[in-house]
């Protein structure tokens, strides 16, 4: 009998550290099975998995002591993924199979140490269940120049979208011993193509099909093309919640490396799909109001991604915004600043990006009808205070487009009119504002004017004469603080942009400083 060695890694947030699985069979000892090395319970559970699954595999299980241990001992284990790497090494350390490098139909092992990484959930039967976080075992092979990795084949494709990596796809413990002992071969992934994947989202609604509301439709144009936050207010049935659910149909298509940032949070918050490789369209998160602060933001003792982190480089829809707790809201205001948030426990600390858009919409008052044309409010003046007062000053400071969602008038609704511009027609001209945005702020890491730095904006957003001077009235009269300034220079750049034009001008700026006036 040996000490056997095998590789396996963990996922702490979005990063991943190697793992050593080293398993002892010991002839001397009562018989047991014993996994040391900070296990949590998910992890010490693997002791009736991996037996159960290999029996049911047709291996005999050792009636030895058996040590598992997990180093670094002082690094915490979690879940379930360690059950392929602790199998294999029970069955090498064991001697029922042999891996040693200088037999060229076994060239993975020497000694009793197999060069590759074993990631995986067994069932009871020896199958390997879909496991989360492959996309980041893969990264992490790359970075640490690992030749090749094992792993469930419901969960390889996500790992196969990684080049120079061999991914090899385990349908059960059998087939993974057989092609270990050199008897049947399993053959690896051919590399997956992100941009063959990326897909356009089918719109929920068209633009087309919305009636009226053109500053509405053109504020959102704005928005997609740059990804600016948006407030919309309004009745109740003015069409705020239409608006929003049509945004994703204007939105450009996700570049390949837009597609993999957000295939690594869902590959590591367990929500992708078996088989599955990438995430193809753009987040669309819409939580509802009774969300609790860790459900937003991220968190509890093992920290988990968050809303605002599930919504990175895609959209996070607030309805009925108001009635969010002011404490959860006021939680959003550091990832809103710098495009991340950070979860520090007593365990540990992770960081996950947090780059959404946000899109907001509130009713005016209570009751909803404060200065509707027909409708009257039944709210006092201290009610609608008390109201406004749910969303901060702060919160309301980093949004950049205020807009007022008046109700529609019966006339356009009973009207047959021609209908404006299609989803897919708006779509071209935002991806034309992208492609300008994408070209200029590539060398710094970033994707869209509003994730500009104040650096960037005073590099990429100089102003006339004209402009300079519009731009000081407007912060005398609306009374704009520093970040807002830089919001409106943003805005103005996207303006600008979907226009074709290279310099910030004054009508563009003019168009970007009405969007700050209060609607809430």
């Given at each position: 009998?040996?000490?056997?060695?095998?590789?396996?890694?963990?996922?702490?947030?979005?990063?991943?550290?190697?793992?050593?699985?080293?398993?002892?069979?010991?002839?001397?000892?009562?018989?047991?099975?014993?996994?040391?090395?900070?296990?949590?319970?998910?992890?010490?559970?693997?002791r009736e998995r991996v037996k159960?699954?290999?029996?049911?595999?047709?291996?005999?299980?050792?009636?030895?002591?058996?040590?598992?241990?997990?180093?670094?001992?002082?690094?915490?284990?979690?879940?379930?993924?360690?059950?392929?790497?602790?199998?294999?090494?029970?069955?090498?350390?064991?001697?029922?199979?042999?891996?040693?490098?200088?037999?060229?139909?076994?060239?993975?092992?020497?000694?009793?140490?197999?060069?590759?990484?074993?990631?995986?959930?067994?069932?009871?039967?020896?199958?390997?269940?879909?496991?989360?976080?492959?996309?980041?075992?893969?990264?992490?092979?790359?970075?640490?120049?690992?030749?090749?990795?094992?792993?469930?084949?419901?969960?390889?494709?996500?790992?196969?979208?990684?080049?120079?990596?061999?991914?090899?796809?385990?349908?059960?413990?059998?087939?993974?011993?057989?092609?270990?002992?050199g008897e049947k071969k399993i053959?690896?992934?051919?590399?997956?193509?992100?941009?063959?994947?990326?897909?356009?989202?089918?719109?929920?609604?068209?633009?087309?099909?919305?009636?009226?509301?053109?500053?509405?439709?053109?504020?959102?144009?704005?928005?997609?093309?740059?990804?600016?936050?948006?407030?919309?207010?309004?009745?109740?049935?003015?069409?705020?919640?239409?608006?929003?659910?049509?945004?994703?149909?204007?939105?450009?298509?996700?570049?390949?490396?837009?597609?993999?940032?957000?295939?690594?949070?869902?590959?590591?918050?367990?929500?992708?799909?078996?088989?599955?490789?990438?995430?193809?369209?753009?987040?669309?998160?819409?939580?509802?109001?009774?969300?609790?602060?860790?459900?937003?933001?991220?968190?509890?003792?093992?920290?988990?991604?968050?809303?605002?982190?599930?919504?990175?480089?895609?959209?996070?829809?607030?309805?009925?915004?108001?009635?969010?707790?002011?404490?959860?809201?006021?939680?959003?205001?550091?990832?809103?600043?710098?495009?991340?948030?950070?979860?520090?426990?007593?365990?540990?600390?992770?960081?996950?990006?947090?780059?959404?858009?946000?899109?907001?919409?509130?009713?005016?008052?209570?009751?909803?009808?404060?200065?509707?044309?027909?409708?009257?409010?039944?709210?006092?003046?201290?009610?609608?205070?008390?109201?406004?007062?749910?969303?901060?000053?702060?919160?309301?400071?980093?949004?950049?487009?205020?807009?007022?969602?008046?109700?529609?008038?019966?006339?356009?609704?009973?009207?047959?009119?021609?209908?404006?511009?299609?989803?897919?027609?708006?779509?071209?001209?935002?991806?034309?504002?992208?492609?300008?945005?994408?070209?200029?702020?590539?060398?710094?890491?970033?994707?869209?004017?509003?994730?500009?730095?104040?650096?960037?904006?005073?590099?990429?957003?100089?102003?006339?004469?004209?402009?300079?001077?519009?731009?000081?009235?407007?912060?005398?009269?609306?009374?704009?603080?520093?970040?807002?300034?830089?919001?409106?220079?943003?805005?103005?750049r996207t303006i600008a942009d979907?226009?074709?034009?290279?310099?910030?001008?004054?009508?563009?700026?003019?168009?970007?400083?009405?969007?700050?006036?209060?609607?809430?």
């Amino acid at each position: 009998m040996m000490l056997a060695r095998i590789e396996s890694v963990a996922c702490v947030g979005l990063e991943s550290f190697l793992v050593e699985v080293e398993v002892d069979v010991a002839e001397k000892g009562f018989p047991g099975f014993s996994i040391v090395g900070l296990p949590d319970k998910a992890v010490g559970e693997a002791r009736e998995r991996v037996k159960t699954a290999l029996v049911n595999s047709g291996f005999a299980f050792p009636q030895k002591k058996i040590i598992v241990n997990l180093a670094p001992a002082d690094l915490p284990k979690e879940g379930s993924a360690y059950d392929l790497a602790m199998a294999v090494g029970i069955l090498v350390a064991n001697g029922d199979i042999n891996v040693d490098g200088r037999d060229e139909s076994r060239p993975y092992g020497e000694g009793n140490k197999i060069e590759a990484l074993f990631y995986g959930e067994l069932s009871l039967d020896g199958s390997l269940r879909h496991t989360k976080g492959t996309l980041l075992v893969a990264l992490f092979a790359k970075k640490e120049h690992k030749k090749r990795i094992f792993l469930p084949v419901l969960s390889a494709n996500e790992a196969a979208v990684v080049s120079d990596i061999e991914v090899l796809p385990v349908r059960n413990l059998k087939e993974l011993i057989l092609h270990l002992m050199g008897e049947k071969k399993i053959e690896p992934l051919k590399k997956i193509e992100i941009k063959s994947l990326v897909e356009a989202a089918s719109p929920e609604f068209d633009m087309a099909d919305i009636v009226g509301q053109e500053s509405a439709k053109r504020a959102l144009i704005i928005s997609a093309a740059g990804g600016h936050n948006i407030l919309m207010s309004g009745p109740p049935g003015s069409g705020k919640t239409m608006l929003s659910r049509a945004l994703p149909g204007i939105m450009p298509l996700m570049s390949e490396e837009e597609s993999m940032e957000v295939t690594r949070i869902y590959s590591a918050a367990g929500l992708m799909s078996a088989g599955e490789a990438v995430v193809r369209r753009r987040p669309f998160r819409s939580p509802h109001h009774s969300t609790s602060m860790a459900g937003l933001i991220g968190g509890g003792s093992k920290p988990v991604p968050g809303e605002v982190s599930l919504a990175h480089l895609g959209v996070l829809f607030l309805d009925e915004m108001a009635e969010f707790p002011r404490y959860v809201l006021e939680a959003m205001r550091q990832p809103m600043e710098d495009g991340k948030i950070e979860i520090s426990r007593v365990a540990g600390r992770v960081e996950y990006p947090a780059s959404f858009q946000l899109v907001a919409a509130v009713n005016p008052c209570p009751c909803g009808y404060l200065g509707h044309p027909t409708k009257e409010c039944k709210c006092s003046i201290r009610e609608i205070e008390r109201y406004k007062r749910r969303i901060s000053g702060p919160i309301l400071d980093r949004i950049d487009l205020h807009i007022t969602v008046p109700a529609v008038e019966t006339e356009k609704i009973l009207a047959t009119v021609s209908k404006g511009e299609s989803s897919f027609e708006i779509r071209e001209k935002v991806m034309k504002a992208r492609q300008k945005q994408s070209e200029r702020l590539l060398k710094f890491g970033i994707f869209c004017n509003a994730q500009m730095k104040n650096k960037q904006v005073k590099e990429f957003c100089r102003l006339e004469i004209d402009g300079v001077h519009i731009l000081r009235l407007a912060m005398e009269k609306f009374d704009l603080s520093a970040r807002a300034y830089f919001r409106v220079l943003k805005v103005a750049r996207t303006i600008a942009d979907l226009e074709g034009s290279e310099a910030v001008l004054a009508a563009h700026l003019g168009e970007a400083i009405q969007y700050r006036e209060k609607v809430f």
